[in-house]
Structure formats: structure tokens, C-alpha cells
């Protein structure tokens, strides 16, 4: 080829990786806030095989990965510092797809309707946006419910 050919050449390959590097910087600056989940699953608790709503999960079919989890916040209230906690009570997987377990609570029943639903349990599918919904177990009940969020344009 001519001393033209091989500019040509370097000219799509520089604007091959240019475009590429235009990419990744796009994803990264557009992606949602939040935390690493990976960062976040490295610390929770070993899970416990003698808990009951694990050995239930598993006899459901379900491999439980992770125990319980407690992400600590940080409020701002008009300069005045606020704390609370949010519990993962365990992160399980079926068929590939991984699930946050929230357990049924005596002294916190759930409201089956979509904006109880909503308030006890979005918070979960937005926080793990990689976990296909959110599994509420009550071993006493025998039940399993899977929740999953969809949000329309």
C-alpha cells in the first residue's frame, strides 16, 4: 500500500479506540449512583444453616449465598446528622437468578397491596438492581412469594 493507505489504516483504528474509549466513559458517567453491590456483599454474615427460613429456602429449591446484612446510612436533616440501618436479611439463587430474602416479621406484618408492597420492599430492588426481585419468606405460613418491580415510561 502507499504512504496514504497506511494513514487510512491508523485513521480507523485510532477512531475505533477513540469511540471505544467514548463508551466506557459514557456507561461509567451515566450509570445510577449506588453502591457496589460486590463491595457490599463481601461483608455480610456467614448464613447460619440452622436458621429454619434457610433450610426452608433449600428445601424450596433455593441455594442460599449470603447471610444478614446491615447497611449503615447517613442522614442529612437540615445540617443535623441522622443515623438508621437497612437489613438484607440474605441473598439466594435459583436457576442462575439471585434473589434479596426479606423474612416475615410478626411485629412488622406486610400490607399485600401494591403500594405496601412498595414501601416495604422497593428499596431492595433498588439497591441490588442485578437481583431479579425480591423474595419474601414466611416459613411459619409455608410461603414464598417472589416480587418483582417493573417501572413504566
Known amino acids: 500500500m502507499g504512504k496514504y493507505g497506511d494513514w487510512l489504516i491508523m485513521l480507523v483504528a485510532g477512531s475505533i479506540i477513540v469511540y471505544w474509549l467514548y463508551r466506557l466513559f459514557y456507561r461509567w458517567l451515566h450509570e445510577p449512583p449506588g453502591v457496589n ?19 426452608f429456602l433449600e428445601r424450596n ?25 437497612l437489613f438484607i436479611d440474605m441473598i439466594a439463587e435459583r436457576d442462575g437468578k439471585y434473589y434479596v430474602v426479606k423474612t416475615a416479621r410478626e411485629r412488622m406484618p406486610i400490607e399485600w397491596t401494591g403500594s405496601g408492597l412498595r414501601d ?14 425480591v423474595l419474601f419468606v414466611d416459613q411459619k405460613s409455608n410461603l414464598i412469594k417472589t416480587v418483582t418491580f417493573h417501572f413504566s415510561d
Not at 37 to 55: M, P
Not at 64 to 72: A, D, F, L, M, S
Not at 120 to 133: D, K, S, T
Open 37 to 55: 453491590s460486590k463491595l457490599l456483599l463481601s461483608r455480610a454474615e456467614d448464613v447460619d444453616e440452622r436458621d429454619d427460613n434457610v433450610r
Open 61 to 85: 429449591g433455593y441455594e442460599v449465598n449470603y447471610g444478614k446484612y446491615r447497611i449503615p446510612i447517613t442522614i442529612d436533616l437540615d445540617g443535623e446528622q441522622l443515623y438508621s440501618r
Open 120 to 133: 416495604r420492599l422497593l428499596i431492595y430492588a433498588l439497591l441490588m438492581p442485578e437481583c431479579e426481585g
